[in-house]
């Protein structure tokens, strides 16, 4: 093995170990949303009142990306905490030149969310549970939500859209009416 290949294999290594390790912190992998959910989400996002953007655990970036040029009035904030997607995420925002678009890399669970008239996610059971008791405590002012595949515990989505794909999975939107979601059932 050469000292290139195995610099190479380094590397992939070093890679996914980091991704493992993120992954494991986090409790999820970093997937990014499907072509349909990113076109779904943003036809959905249209009703959503003018103001900026969060998307919860932007990954890769795909839908940050998309959003931020759909709305390029708009500040799109993202949220990631695996260091490799969120490097390739920024990446891909410099190449692209995109300006309305904030990546950071921490935990959304942490900090407090600024006004905003959407958040976008695509997270796990755990953390929709931990979402809705951070919408619950905090009261953010947050006018919509919208979250691929799981629902958030403690409210009906005003729209439930199924998308045209292998598990029909769901893409939940929500209104939030003075952020009301009942403790009791969370």
Do not use: H
């Not at 904030?77 to 969120?86: H, M, T, V």
């Amino acid at each position: 093995m050469s000292a290139f290949e195995f610099t190479i294999l380094a590397i992939i290594f070093l890679i996914s170990l980091s991704i493992v390790w993120s992954s494991l912190r986090s409790g999820i992998t970093p997937v990014p949303s499907s072509r349909k959910a990113r076109k779904t989400i943003l036809t959905a996002s249209q009703k959503a009142p003018v103001g900026t953007i969060i998307e919860l655990g932007s990954g890769w970036g795909n839908l940050a990306l998309a959003l931020a040029k759909e709305y390029p009035e708009r500040q799109v904030i993202g949220y990631e905490l695996s260091p490799i997607p969120w490097l390739v995420s920024v990446a891909l925002q410099r190449f692209q030149g995109i300006m309305n678009l904030t990546l950071r890399r921490q935990n959304f669970l942490s900090t407090e969310f600024p006004e905003a008239a959407l958040i976008v996610c695509y997270l796990y059971p755990g953390g929709m549970e931990k979402l809705a008791e951070k919408i619950w405590r905090e009261k953010p002012d947050v006018k919509m939500l919208i979250s691929n595949t799981f629902a958030l515990p403690g409210t009906e989505p005003d729209q439930t859209i199924r998308l045209d794909d292998l598990y029909r999975s769901p893409i939940y939107v929500y209104r939030l009416k003075d952020n009301q979601i009942s403790r009791n059932e969370m």
